[in-house]
């Protein structure tokens, strides 16, 4: 999957001055249906960014998704605790519902206007609320799912939770806008923090997204999902089995707490599966993922 060439993306907006914080657009050819934000992995370092994750963007575009593939900052580009978290609250709250309606037309695919596009002359960036981003929909098809991998799954689960029932939360993780997302797919995440600095998963990782060693124990039970309420919306967890990268053991526990705690969340395993299997376009493992973004059931084993 890592091997795969970049894909350029529709257009490109920023949603804050910093240069990570932007957003690329893949949308399909006709009017979208599904909307998904994706939030990419690399253990929250400045070292690896979103573009690894662009042909899934596009992949997905091409099964009718209008895709928001999100860049944030990260652990050694002004990112970590709190700049990653607030920027990731900020995303999943405007990706589709902070621009002006009349910006989008009333299915969510763009307006013509002005615009650069990304495909004909490179991913010039845009200013948020400028024509040619998809508004959600007003007709029922503006469902949005939030996707996130690797770290992006933690971020992803971490926002689950910061979601309350009435639609907002308190502290770094606020956001109540009607287009927040309603569902979660997080692939190969790391659901537990704290497991995750035990077994110093990537060399210290988590102690660098919370500033150091000495900060872990105080901002675990802001950060860790699995310290965190229950989401309320529904969470369904892909990870395969000889994950290299982050132990599966990671989210059969957080599913297996956050279960009991009363919510639902779904946990897909998939034997022999790697840590980018879901993320390989034409995969069998790629149709479970769009199945779990569809809301579908997994397909039965074979035999």
Do not use: N
């Not at 593939?69 to 970590?80: F, K, W």
């Not at 007709?139 to 910061?162: E, N, P, Q, T, Y």
């Amino acid at each position: 999957m890592l091997g795969l060439a970049p894909r350029a993306p529709h257009r490109t907006v920023r949603y804050g001055p910093h240069p990570s914080q932007l957003i690329d657009y893949h949308l399909p050819d006709g009017a979208p249906g599904l909307r998904v934000t994706i939030l990419h992995g690399g253990f929250w370092r400045e070292a690896y960014d979103r573009t690894h994750l662009s042909p899934l963007a596009a992949a997905l575009a091409r099964e009718g998704f209008a895709v928001a593939l999100a860049e944030y900052r990260r652990v050694g580009d002004g990112g970590g605790w709190p700049a990653t978290f607030e920027d990731v609250s900020r995303i999943v709250a405007t990706a589709w519902g902070g621009q002006d309606p009349r910006d989008g037309g009333p299915d969510g695919a763009p307006r013509a206007g002005p615009e650069r596009s990304g495909r004909a002359g490179g991913a010039a960036a845009e200013s948020a609320g400028r024509p040619g981003v998809p508004a959600a929909g007003r007709d029922g098809r503006g469902r949005h799912v939030l996707l996130g991998h690797s770290a992006g799954g933690h971020l992803a689960l971490w926002a689950a939770s910061m979601r309350t029932a009435e639609g907002s939360a308190g502290g770094a993780g606020t956001y109540g806008a009607p287009d927040a997302p309603d569902r979660v797919v997080a692939v190969s995440p790391v659901a537990a923090l704290g497991r995750a600095h035990e077994r110093d998963l990537s060399r210290g990782a988590v102690a660098g997204l919370l500033g150091g060693p000495g900060a872990v124990a105080e901002l675990l039970p802001l950060a860790d999902p699995l310290l965190l309420p229950p989401p309320v919306v529904p969470v369904t967890i892909l990870h395969g089995t000889a994950d290299p990268d982050v132990p599966l053991a990671l989210s059969r526990e957080y599913a297996d707490v956050m279960r009991r705690a009363g919510a639902r969340v779904e946990l897909r395993e998939r034997p022999g599966g790697g840590h980018y299997a879901p993320l390989t376009p034409g995969t069998d493992a790629f149709r479970e993922l769009l199945d779990a973004l569809r809301g579908l059931p997994p397909e039965p084993s074979p035999g």
